[in-house]
Each structure stands twice: as structure tokens, then as C-alpha cells.
């Protein structure tokens, strides 16, 4: 069936960059997600990119896609403590519903 | 306030009660979704509605009922609630599930079963 997997954790220092790993299944997906979610509150969408492209970037975020190892990364420049958050994958699904990775808990050591 | 307000905040409730979580939006999106959100599976969809009188069940609708009689309101009910339960539920907006539009979540109920 379809899938999203990611990392539970990751421990950057601050002032380094984040690279959030995810994989996914349903290579018919048009478009992927990334959510971010602070403590205590409900998810935020932080960036998207159409199946059709390699790379989307939006000042510190950068988006990679690899279709063909069905692999998506979100990479943070000069990670913030305010950065610290869990960040969650999805992609939207055959049925147009969106399929949910675990969430990365991204950890900013100072 | 423009936006997606869930209630209560915090619930705890005891085995076999009934409890409703309330869900209100202010945009007229169409879809509305409930999620339960538990440590290490991420998000799971319970109940969603493409407009109001249609619901249609998610991946873990067991124990749970929803309703839609107004486009702005979508209320969760656990019928008998059990602690497996226990969990955080969110609720969702949208203006559709097509392209690129975004979900919008309210910040969520955390829900303790006794």
C-alpha cells in the first residue's frame, strides 16, 4: 500500500543545516508536503513541490525531489532554535487523500 | 477570528462515556478532516466530508461518529470511548484536495480515556 517513511529524530547544532530525509511509495503522487508542527499546536504548511520538478527553494528551505528513488529532503540553512519543531512528509494519494510520514523531531543543539 | 478553532483544549474522560470534540471554520472550505495524532505513527485519518451531509470514513473510523449538518462545524464523537483512544485530535480544513492547497489545522484536542 502507500507509504511515507522518515527518520523519528535529528540533532543539528545551531547555525548548521538540516537535511530532513523522506521516502514514499506512490509514484503516481503529483504533489509533496512539508508540514511543520510546534509544540502544542497543530500543522503548519511549510513549503510543497509538483511531482514534475527536481527543486523548489524559498529562502533557507531547500526541497529535493528524486522520483526515481521516490526520495524528498527538506534542507534548512542556518538552522534557528525557532526551527526546532517536528516536521512531517506527505504526499497526496491515489484517492487525493494525503499520506503522512511520522513527523522528524529536529533537535537544535546551541 | 478568521480560522479553525477546535474544543475543548484538554479532555479527560472515563472508559465507556461519550465524549464530542467540536470543530469550527471560518473560511467555508469544503473539506473537513479529523486526525488522531499518536507518538511514532504520525497522523491517521479518522472521518473526512467534501461538504456538508457527506462524510466518508478514513483509515481508523472504528469507535468514532461525525457529523455535518453545517459547512462551518464538523463535531467528533467517541460513542463509548476506550483508551485507546487516548490520543491528540486534530481537525482540518480545506478548500479542496486538488493541486497544491494547503490543509489548515486547528491546534488540537488532547484527549486522556481513564
Known amino acids: 500500500g502507500e507509504d511515507v517513511e522518515q527518520s523519528l529524530f535529528l540533532s543539528v547544532r545551531e547555525g548548521d543545516s538540516s537535511v530532513i530525509n523522506c521516502t514514499y511509495t506512490d509514484s503516481s503522487s503529483t504533489y509533496l508536503y512539508w508540514y511543520k508542527q510546534e509544540p502544542g499546536a497543530g500543522l503548519q504548511l511549510l513549503t510543497y513541490i509538483f511531482s514534475n520538478m527536481d527543486m523548489k527553494q524559498d529562502q533557507r528551505l531547500t526541497v529535493l525531489l528524486n522520483k526515481k528513488d521516490k526520495h524528498l529532503s527538506l534542507r534548512i540553512a542556518d538552522t534557528q532554535t525557532g526551527d526546532s519543531a517536528i516536521y512531517f512528509c506527505a504526499e497526496r494519494g491515489s484517492n487525493y487523500q494525503l499520506i503522512w510520514g511520522a513527523g522528524t523531531k529536529l533537535i537544535i543543539k546551541p | 477570528d478568521a480560522g479553525i478553532t477546535q474544543s475543548p483544549r484538554y479532555k479527560i474522560t472515563e472508559t465507556g462515556r461519550q465524549v464530542t470534540l467540536m470543530c469550527h471554520q471560518t473560511?467555508?472550505?469544503?473539506?473537513m478532516f479529523w486526525y488522531r495524532q499518536d507518538l511514532g505513527h504520525g497522523l491517521r485519518l479518522i472521518y473526512y466530508?467534501?461538504?456538508?451531509?457527506?462524510?466518508d470514513k478514513g483509515e481508523v473510523p472504528d469507535g468514532y461518529v461525525v457529523s455535518r449538518s453545517k459547512t462551518e462545524n464538523f463535531p467528533l464523537t467517541l460513542e463509548s470511548a476506550t483508551r485507546s483512544q487516548t490520543s491528540v485530535y486534530f481537525c482540518?480544513?480545506?478548500?479542496?484536495?486538488?493541486?497544491?492547497?494547503?490543509?489548515?489545522f486547528g491546534n488540537g484536542t488532547r484527549l486522556t480515556v481513564t
Open positions: 466530508s467534501a461538504a456538508a451531509d457527506i462524510t
Open positions: 473560511w467555508s472550505h469544503s473539506y
Open positions: 482540518a480544513s480545506s478548500d479542496t484536495v486538488y493541486g497544491n492547497s494547503p490543509l489548515h
